[in-house]
Structures are given as C-alpha cells and as structure tokens.
C-alpha cells in the first residue's frame, strides 16, 4: 500500500467551497471547522504553535513562499503546505491504528522514521508526523543500509516513510523491521498548478509535553542514542532564536545542511518557518551553488553552516572569482545579507578573518548541542561578536561552569574563570530514548544537563570554549564522532578484523575539517605482508557506518602504548603520532 499525497488540485475538491478563495478574501481565510459544515473525516491540524504561525502567515500573505526546493525547482507556499501536511497527518494516523495523541494514557507516542531528501517533501512529512502526535525520527540520507537499520532496531517504529529517492533500502529496512511495520513509499510532491484557496480545519492540540522529535546522537559510548524532544522544546528552542537573531517574514535562508541534527533542522528549518521566512532547500552543500546565488545581490537574507562550509566557500573564492569579471558581483551580493552564521564547531578565528575580508561580515558565532538545541550566541550588532567565543546564554536558557572533579559551581567573580558547561531551561531535551541510565547521568541531582564541553567565562559573561572533556569525542565538518564506536566497527568488519589486531582512534586537529578521523592500527601478525592502506580501510567500512565517520587518516605502528593498566592514553598517542612537526 502507498501513501498518495494528492498532487493536483482535484483531490482537494472538499478545500474548494464556491466564492471563499482565499485571493478574494485574504484577510479572512476561511477555515473548514468554523465556515462550513463539512464532513468530520476532512483532515484537519493540531494547534501546534508552528502550525498556527503559519496559519497566521497565510492570513496576511496568502501567496507566500514557504519553501523553494531547489531539487524540483519548484515553490510551495504555506498555504500549500499546510494542505500537504493534513492531507499526509490523515494517511499516517491510518497506520498508527486507534493512536491518539489527546488521549494522556498513552506513555509512548509512537515513533515514524522517515528518509527524504532535503527538500518540500521532507518538511511535509515531518511536519505531518508531528500533526498525526508520533515522533519523527528523520533518517541520514548519507547512511548507508547498515547504520540506518541500527536507526531503525533502536528507535522501533510503527511506521517507516520512504522516499523514493531511497527505495533501495526498502527490502533491507523491511528485513530489520520485521514485517508488522509498515514501509510506505511517500509520493513526491508537486507544486500545485492552482492555488490552494483554504486553510486547513484546525482542531485543538494535543499537550505540548508530548515527544516530537528523535535526533541520534554520538556521545562517549560506542552506541548512538536517540535523544528525544518534545514540542514545546522544538518551540522553545527555535523562539529563542527567533528573538536572538530577529527572523521575521523578509527572511530568505540559503539550506544546506543535512537534515538529521538540530543544526539544519532547528536553526536552519523550524525557526525560518515559526518566524514565517522562506527556506530554499539543496539537497547537499556546494560552493559553486551558493556563490551563484549569493551573487544575485537580494534574493537572500540569511545563511547558517559548520565552519568546514566557510572554509569550502573560501577556497571556492580564492579559486574561481577572485581577480574575475565577477568578484566585485559576488563580493557585494554576500555583503547583503543580513546574517551569516558559524556553529556545530570551533571558528578557526583565520577562517573568521579571511571570511570577512571577501564578504564584510564578521561571523556570529554560537554554541549547541542534539540535548539543548543552541544554548550561547554573540549578538547580532557587530560589538557583540568577540572572536574565539560563542557569546552569552540565548533568551531563556541558563548556562553555568562547575569545576571538573567537585562539581563545585563557579561563581561569577568578575574574573575570567573556566569549567565545565552545564546547561538548563525549557530548551532542554526530554531523555535518551529507552536509555534511563544515560539520561539520569547526564543530569545533576537539580537539573543541569552536563554538556562536556569545557569553557572560559571571561569578566563580561560571554563564553570561549575550550575543548571536550572526553578524547573519545570527535567533531568533523561538524559532525559528532565516537571514537569508540569507529574502533568497534574496524574491529567488527569482516574484512578488516582478519587484519586488525588493535586499533586506537583519535581526532587530529585540521583547520578545514576542525578535526580529522585518524585510526592508529597495530596489524596481526598474519597480515603484515599484506599490509592495509587507507583507501582499502575506508572501503570496508563505508559499508558500516557513515562516509563522515570512516577515518581520513591511517597510521600503521608496530606497538600501541599501554599503560600499567593496559589503558590507552589518547593524548599521548595523539603527540606521539600527529604532534605538529617544529
Ligand atoms: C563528508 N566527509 C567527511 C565529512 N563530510 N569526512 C569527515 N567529516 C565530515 N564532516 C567525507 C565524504 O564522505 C567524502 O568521502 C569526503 O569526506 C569528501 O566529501 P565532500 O563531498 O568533499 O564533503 P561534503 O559531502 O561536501 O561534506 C562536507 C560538509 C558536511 C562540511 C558539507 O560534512 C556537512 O554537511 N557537515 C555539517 C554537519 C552538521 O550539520 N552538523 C551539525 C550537527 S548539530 P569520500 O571517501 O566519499 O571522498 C550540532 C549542534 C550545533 O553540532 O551546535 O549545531
Ligand atoms: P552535537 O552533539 O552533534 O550536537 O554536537 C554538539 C557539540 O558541538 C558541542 O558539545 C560542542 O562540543 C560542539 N560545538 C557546537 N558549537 C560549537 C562552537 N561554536 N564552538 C565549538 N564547539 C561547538
């Protein structure tokens, strides 16, 4: 059986009451539940706060553009999509037979996995598994079958949506969900040749309480979780950017980021919408892409990425407009814009420099994590952006340092002091998913979340950070890496555990990447003649696990250092190895 999400107007016939168009009558929108007496089963939207901002969008700019999707090269306004998201709630809720989300017995709302390309159809289906009251577990489209069925093994879904770009995995996904669970191909969406003239009915919401959202997360077990968050944190979260960095209705982002971390979807996505802007959705970054059109002085507003990105589009200047025809074109469209923003990892400040000097903007950098959303931010005037810091806590959100070993809270003393981030307030997640003991960990006794991340608070508030507290961590193109997890899959392929008798892994600072993959391998005995390069390395395991997470850097040793213990000391291996050469 196949989802049908309509594409042409006629399905929509019960949207269509003579002479209520929406042209004729744009400040006063009819909504089924109220103008008409229509049938019951007419598909209808929860008052979620995202859903009624853009509901209030509509009613001031019935045309406007929600999201150009650069893959069909299309543009759907929020009128269309709010139709595409009922239409799509109503078939969902077919398949979470009886689920209710208003009923509060239920304990676990079910779970829907989805896997779409960055684009309409990915919003659509993400805002309607939030209608239909499930949690939307959004798959990486760069996982290969093997990780996305550990996504799937661990989130248990009733439900999985596949878009057709992925149909491959269908029968392996199946395999690991087992037959009950449904894996519904969702049909592309298409502008619509016609406006659509209504609005959706609206019906009350079911308790913000409820869990929305599953990211999953590397942290320092081998083993992602999935965190989840609820509605009122998604909404909280991107209010709080919303009124940090003043998205409104003239804003126009530039989307380039994958589509499975808070970054993309909560930066980039939910707070442009909530703020009623447009997204213009690539399905992946490319330097060239962006250029072209940042050089149309205008058709932009704003751009958010990891600093790999700036480092990429940098380059890709240097390389191809500097000293052209164009530069003087591209170096005054970039300079139009209204904010520019570096976050997921450390701003290299030479990356900073060199931005500013081809585009006149001085980053804003800020700081978060998969469990907070954002939680610190220079501000938007330019006095308010120091270079090496991530700035003070966002709207709502309380930050505080404690010393390492006690836990000793530090005060502000009007000193510079450093310690150990720990987070609290409505932008907080909800838990690991099935994980009691992860997620009671990751919490002092009075509600603190410990991020891991040391930091400097200097005698005007704003924070630097300074590091992770765990070597087992990695960040790469902003990406989070457990160094565990990359050593127990080298040890668990086939192909490689014949090879492989120990291996350590690390992160080796890179000023593109921030930090590179790098496997220290000790071989057996058995396979020193055949050796093991880096290319056969990372064959064998984009099998496994994500291409970002395969190491970039292969060390061949005779001996890996111990200690009394037999304990492995990461920061040895790493000046051993990696130190910077004098
Ligand atoms: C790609 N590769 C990576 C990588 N990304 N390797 C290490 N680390 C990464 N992040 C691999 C590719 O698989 C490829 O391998 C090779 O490097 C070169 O690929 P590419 O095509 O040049 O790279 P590209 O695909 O363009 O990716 C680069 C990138 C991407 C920077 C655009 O990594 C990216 O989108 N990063 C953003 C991640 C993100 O959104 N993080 C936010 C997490 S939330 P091969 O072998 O095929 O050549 C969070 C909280 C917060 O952190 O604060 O925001
Ligand atoms: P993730 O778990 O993928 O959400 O990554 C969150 C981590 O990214 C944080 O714990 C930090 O270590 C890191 N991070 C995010 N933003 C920044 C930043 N601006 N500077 C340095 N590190 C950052």
């Not at 090269?73 to 979470?96: E, G, H, M, P, R």
């Not at 530069?327 to 420099?353: D, F, N």
């Amino acid at each position: 059986m196949s989802i049908e999400v309509p594409v042409s107007p006629g399905h929509h016939d019960w949207h269509f009451p003579a002479g209520q168009r929406l042209d004729f009558f744009p400040s006063s929108v009819p909504s089924y539940g109220h103008s008409r007496n229509l049938s019951k089963d007419n598909p209808a939207l929860p008052e979620l706060p995202l859903f009624l901002a853009a509901r209030s969008v509509v009613l001031a700019d019935p045309h406007k553009v929600a999201i150009v999707d650069k893959t069909k090269d299309q543009s759907f306004t929020y009128v269309q999509l709010l139709n595409d998201v009922a239409a799509l709630k109503a078939q969902i809720q077919q398949y979470l037979s009886g689920y209710d989300p208003t009923v509060s017995s239920h304990s676990e709302e079910p779970r829907v996995a989805f896997l779409a390309p960055a684009g309409y159809d990915y919003v659509v289906t993400q805002w309607a598994v939030w209608a239909a009251g499930a949690v939307a577990v959004p798959l990486c489209t760069s996982h290969p079958l093997k990780e996305l069925q550990y996504t799937i093994s661990d989130s248990d879904p009733s439900l999985i949506l596949l878009h057709p770009t992925f149909q491959k995995f269908e029968a392996g996904l199946q395999e690991q969900a087992g037959s009950a669970v449904p894996i519904v191909p969702v049909t592309p969406l298409t502008q619509s040749s016609k406006n659509f003239p209504f609005l959706p009915r609206f019906t009350t919401s079911f308790p913000l309480s409820r869990r929305a959202l599953m990211i999953y997360t590397s942290g320092t077990t081998s083993r992602p979780k999935g965190c989840i968050s609820t509605h009122e944190t998604i909404v909280f979260q991107a209010r709080s950017l919303v009124e940090a960095w003043k998205y409104d209705r003239s804003d126009h982002l530039i989307h380039v980021l994958p589509l499975h971390h808070v970054h993309g979807i909560i930066n980039g996505l939910t707070a442009t919408l909530l703020a009623g802007g447009t997204v213009e959705m690539y399905p992946k970054f490319d330097a060239k892409t962006v250029w072209s059109r940042w050089s149309q002085k205008g058709s932009s507003t704003m751009f958010m990425a990891v600093p790999t990105v700036y480092s990429r589009l940098i380059d890709y200047f240097d390389t191809n407009i500097r000293g052209t025809p164009s530069e003087s074109t591209a170096r005054e469209g970039v300079q139009a814009l209204r904010l520019i923003v570096s976050g997921s990892a450390a701003l290299p400040i030479a990356t900073k420099r060199k931005f500013e000097e081809i585009s006149g903007h001085e980053l804003l950098e800020r700081y978060g994590m998969t469990e907070i959303g954002m939680g610190l931010s220079c501000g938007l005037e330019r006095d308010q952006r120091i270079d090496g810091s991530v700035g003070w806590p966002l709207p709502g959100v309380q930050v505080r340092l404690t010393e390492e070993k006690s836990g000793r809270i530090i005060t502000s003393s009007g000193q510079d002091e450093s310690g150990m981030i720990e987070i609290r307030g409505p932008n907080l997640f909800l838990e690991y998913f099935r994980r009691p003991e992860s997620t009671a960990e990751s919490f002092t006794q009075d509600g603190w979340f410990k991020t891991g991340d040391v930091a400097k608070r200097e005698a005007n508030g704003a924070y630097f950070i300074l590091g992770r507290d765990s070597v087992d961590i990695i960040k790469s193109g902003g990406y989070k890496i457990s160094a565990l997890e990359v050593e127990r899959k080298i040890l668990g392929n086939e192909a490689l555990s014949p090879l492989v008798s120990e291996v350590v892994v690390v992160g080796v600072e890179n000023e593109e990447w921030g930090q590179r993959v790098a496997a220290v391998v000790k071989l057996k005995d058995s396979a020193t003649t055949t050796g093991l390069d880096l290319a056969t390395l990372r064959k064998h395991l984009k099998e496994d696990m994500a291409a970002y997470k395969v190491p970039s850097i292969l060390k061949l040793v005779d001996s890996i250092e111990r200690n009394a213990m037999g304990k492995v000391n990461k920061k040895e291996i790493l000046k051993l190895h990696f130190a910077p050469k004098e």
